[in-house]
């Protein structure tokens, strides 16, 4: 089988697919099924997917264009499927998406002890530029980082 992901725009018919991903890669921090359906109306808010030839999506990327600047609310990928590029391809096409659309800049929050997602941020260019302190439910702190487009 081919590792090469395609990522592209997740429609309504997505919305049990992509809660489903967030439950699994989140456990007790996830959103919820009932807030990820609600992500796909939300205004300004973006979700991809990337997929392999005809599996179902083994993630996504949820982002909000917030006109020059633009946030990655999250990124998910199966752990069947991690270490496998689908979160580099994810991430390469939401900055793609947000350059595109006239962001300069593009922030996230991610958890300050997820090695391999601050390594995967730090890879792509991201610079950490500051801490929220107790930001999760679990009390653990968010490193907050940002990519200049």
Do not use: C, H
């Not at 590029?85 to 096409?93: C, H, I, K, N, S």
């Not at 006239?102 to 610079?127: I, T």
Request: glycine share 8%.
């Amino acid at each position: 089988m081919t590792n090469a992901w395609t990522v592209q725009l997740a429609t309504a018919a997505d919305k049990a697919a992509v809660a489903a991903l967030e439950a699994e890669a989140f456990g007790e921090r996830s959103w919820g099924a009932a807030s990820v359906r609600e992500s796909f109306s939300a205004p300004r808010v973006a979700i991809l997917l990337a997929t392999r030839g005809d599996r179902p999506p083994e993630g996504f990327a949820m982002w909000r264009d917030l006109g020059p600047e633009a946030e990655i609310l999250t990124i998910s990928v199966a752990s069947a499927s991690r270490r496998r590029g689908a979160a580099t391809a994810l991430l390469e096409a939401v900055r793609a998406a947000a350059k595109a659309a006239g962001a300069e800049r593009l922030f996230l929050e991610v958890d300050a002890g997820n090695e391999a997602a601050l390594a995967l941020y730090g890879a792509a260019g991201f610079q950490k530029i500051g801490e929220r302190r107790a930001y999760y439910r679990d009390g653990a702190d968010a490193a907050v980082m940002q990519l200049l487009l």
